[in-house]
């Protein structure tokens, strides 16, 4: 279908062939890319709520009414979008059981439902779905509140991650006394709301929101600072007072110097809450916080300015390990330059 009111083209799940399309690129992508670590569905929707009366899904919806039960036609409309959620997930499960289908979706549970056939809290309940993105991108903090005490009342935070918005709508930067109302002190209250939710993370909306005039940075110090940080006195411990445990998984570190800023960058086994500590026969740095499996990057400067500071190129040792797990890593790393 074509549409004016809203950009782009979209096509309708209510025609058979236009789901097995579909179901064919996530199947190529699954079985293709196996080190895939999950598929993102956006637009999993119809655009409006009096749009998808293609003959086809018409007819079909008839057929559907006489043989089978009377339901209006926007239950048929979520019933199909709502099967291509279903046979998407449970085809990519059986290409890589690993594999996890995220969708983003309106965090209004009636409006995804009524205006664009979006029942994800039936997909959640179904276990069709492995997390939801609902896409909390109004800039009013009241509004904000009230979607994240609907969405609570779910009772499935496990399986829900915030989408907050990250861009400016004139185009500036986020970056606080830029003369916006909406910068990343507001991004990072909501953040702090979601957090005392428990739901399972934050999803910030968009990167090139972020980029400009660093505002990334400004919000990594308000709402990623450090949980601990040690000095470089004698209560650190000694490298040689630490005990390690064969690691199962395999982890990387490497430290690097680009221009003033001082990169850690992690290679992570699996996600979670990760600790990692930076010594030269004491304890120099720390730090806590939650990493997602694969590549990670720090920097140290927001971390720990004076300690950054400081530090000589050299060889240093990286120590990566989760509280409560035996496998800990003791990384050697060398703190290099590009040019070197």
């Known amino acids: 279908m074509n549409i004016d009111r809203q950009s782009g083209y979209f096509i309708d799940p209510g025609i058979p062939e236009v789901q097995e399309y579909l179901l064919n690129i996530l199947g190529n992508l699954a079985g293709g890319y196996p080190e895939l670590d999950g598929i993102h569905l956006d637009y999993i929707r119809y655009p409006e709520s009096d749009l998808g009366f293609h003959p086809v899904s018409l007819a079909r919806y008839n057929e559907y009414c006489q043989n089978q039960e009377e339901i209006t036609y926007n239950e048929w409309r979520i019933m199909q979008v709502t099967n291509f959620v279903e046979n998407a997930y449970f085809q990519l499960k059986e290409i890589n059981p690993a594999l996890q289908l995220t969708a983003a979706v309106f965090p209004d549970i009636a409006e995804a439902n009524v205006d664009y056939a979006q029942d994800w809290q039936s997909w959640l309940k179904k276990g069709i779905i492995d997390r939801v993105y609902p896409m909390a991108y109004d800039v009013q903090y009241a509004k904000f509140k009230k979607q994240l005490e609907q969405i609570n009342l779910l009772q499935m935070k496990e399986k829900i991650v915030i989408g907050l918005r990250a861009w400016n709508g004139n185009g500036n930067s986020l970056v606080i006394g830029n003369g916006n109302s909406y910068n990343v002190k ?155």
């Open 186 to 340: 507001e991004i990072a209250k909501k953040i702090t709301l979601t957090r005392d939710y428990g739901f399972a993370g934050v999803s910030l909306f968009s990167y090139s929101g972020l980029q400009k005039g660093n505002a990334f940075v400004q919000l990594a110090r308000l709402s990623f600072p450090e949980k601990k940080e040690y000095p470089r006195e004698n209560i650190s411990p000694k490298l040689n007072e630490i005990t390690f445990s064969e690691p199962k998984y395999p982890a990387e570190a490497k430290l690097t110097r680009l221009n003033s800023e001082i990169i850690m960058h992690l290679k992570i086994p699996k996600d979670g809450l990760w600790n990692w500590e930076l010594y030269k026969d004491t304890l120099l740095v720390s730090n806590q916080r939650f990493y997602q499996k694969g590549e990670n990057r720090e920097i140290l400067n927001i971390i720990n300015p004076q300690i950054s500071a400081n530090l000589e190129p050299g060889h240093y040792i990286v120590h990566l390990y989760q509280e409560k797990s035996s496998f800990q890593y003791l990384i050697p790393v060398e703190l290099v330059t590009p040019n070197e």
